[in-house]
């Protein structure tokens, strides 16, 4: 099986912008969850969603949203760039979210 | 709401001795428990997980984790450690919202492997 796929790997915009980041899960995986990664906050969960509905939401400000798409791809959309953005962001995909998550290798983003 | 705690931001071993990674969570109610392991520039990849039955739990690469409920802990041990091990190191404990589950991550400890 293919593993979790996030693009692109590498991002860098500056302040103001917005991003769209992709996901695409496991095959057979309905579960898809995002977490943003920096070194002074650790990991992060932002949402969750299942069968393309938003089933949990972290504590991020509304600037930061997702979907999910029929075929379980999912991406997430950071509008208003700040410079605190700046992390990496990991797309994690599972059967179910009680099940063990598949991890991506990430999306590096830079906020100048 | 659910908290994770790694006891130890970095532990430094020699190869060939015992590794502990200390992991400890609150919650009345038995979770789900995972460790995870990060590489540089990688995501994370799933060492092992407790959901039920047998407490001492065994994963890939020789770990394995001991879910002690009266302690509230989920430490990570292997008896001989590998340069290769040297990575970042991640308990995550799930807890129930609505309807489905959000794991909480540790801080993460890094671990440290000198000849």
């Known amino acids: 099986k293919a593993g979790v796929t996030q693009t692109p790997r590498y991002l860098i915009k500056t302040r103001g912008q917005q991003v769209t980041l992709s996901c695409s899960p496991i095959?057979?995986?309905?579960?898809v969850s995002w977490y943003q990664q920096t070194p002074g906050q650790g990991l992060q969960f932002l949402f969750e969603?299942?069968?393309?509905?938003?089933?949990n939401k972290g504590n991020f400000p509304g600037r930061f949203s997702g979907r999910q798409f029929s075929n379980s791809r999912s991406e997430m959309n950071v509008s208003t760039l700040e410079l605190g953005d700046s992390a990496l962001y990991l797309c994690a995909s599972s059967e179910d979210s009680n099940q063990p998550q598949h991890f991506g290798d990430g999306t590096r983003l830079s906020i100048l | 709401a659910q908290s994770v705690t790694q006891l130890g931001s970095h532990v430094s071993v020699s190869e060939g001795a015992l590794v502990l990674l200390r992991c400890n969570y609150s919650?009345?109610?038995?979770?789900?428990l995972f460790w995870y392991v990060q590489y540089p520039n990688q995501g994370l990849q799933l060492l092992l997980k407790?959901?039920?039955?047998?407490?001492l739990v065994k994963g890939i690469n020789g770990f394995e984790a001991e879910f002690k409920k009266s302690e509230t802990s989920f430490h990570l041990t292997k008896p001989s450690a590998h340069m290769s091990d040297a990575a970042e190191y991640f308990c995550a404990v799930t807890s129930r919202s609505g309807g489905s589950y959000i794991p909480t991550f540790g801080r993460g400890t890094s671990l440290i492997v000198h000849p």
């Open positions: 919650s009345s109610v038995p979770p789900y």
């Open positions: 095959s057979g995986h309905r579960s």
């Open positions: 407790y959901t039920t039955g047998a407490t």
């Open positions: 969603y299942f069968s393309e509905t938003q089933r």
